[in-house]
């Protein structure tokens, strides 16, 4: 089996992979549905690597998941694979930031037949679950969510979120086109420096077809319609097999 038909298979996208909005919104929608935001590696020390080669091996052969770099990363590999025209752009992340952050988010910008979009499979929070149309000023609502992205003299292009009836910042980004290796540094940063918030506590987010489920520290929070269910396990071995029984995760 090829590279492509084995990252197909790994999110679980069945059918002919078209260069449209329907096959875009599938392939995002199962990566978010698949693979698992997670912060492990950094956390205990092991090296990340933004090669595409060793992105694959991790995230598709060993079925781990990853960091916006990524994963963004990779998924961008596979949408030029398809036939996607993709641009990669550098973000701030700003959701419950009290100030203005560094760039330290990739986001991507895929055009096709229908329009251009707006891509993310790596951010690990509630966010656009689908193609998010490059319009500015315009509403988009997806399902219960509603975002919108307006210009701003400083921060370039922001996402904003409705939440609680109010518009809550979500991320900004600039249209400057980034190279794989613009990433390496940032990504060193977020591995390394005692500041960097991925190096606080295990961070882990896979979303499901009725909600989410996440890791805060040890903490395993299951989303759902009728609400959050909390595990707390008491020993290691119960984390780890909580991990794997919830997010397919093997350490």
Partial sequence: MDRISSYLQRIGFIGKAKIDFSTLYALQRLHLESVPYENLDIMRGIPISL??????????RRKRGGYCFE??????????????????YMARFLKDEP?????????LRVTCKDGDFIIDVGAG????????????GKIDKQEREQYIIEEDSFLGYVVYQRHHDSWHRLYSFTTE??????FIPISFYC?????????????VHLFTKKGRK??????????????VNVLRPSTEAAYFHLLDLHFDLRL
């Avoid at 090669?51 to 598709?60: H, R, V």
């Avoid at 929070?125 to 500015?136: A, D, N, S, T």
């Avoid at 086109?177 to 613009?182: F, H, V, W």
């Avoid at 996440?214 to 609400?227: D, N, Q």
């Fill in 191 to 203: 591995e390394r420096h005692p500041d960097s918030i991925f190096k606080t506590k295990d961070m």
């Fill in 177 to 182: 086109p980034q190279l794989e290796k613009d």
């Fill in 51 to 60: 090669e595409i080669d060793d992105m694959y091996d991790k995230i598709i």
């Fill in 214 to 227: 996440s890791v805060a520290g040890r903490e395993i929070r299951l989303f759902e319609p009728e609400g």
């Fill in 125 to 136: 929070v509630v966010m656009p679950k689908r193609p998010l149309p490059f319009l500015i």
């Fill in 99 to 107: 100030e203005i952050p560094m760039r330290r988010h990739r986001i």
């Fill in 71 to 88: 994963l963004n990363g990779l998924f961008a590999w596979l949408l030029r694979s398809l036939g996607f025209k993709v641009m990669d």
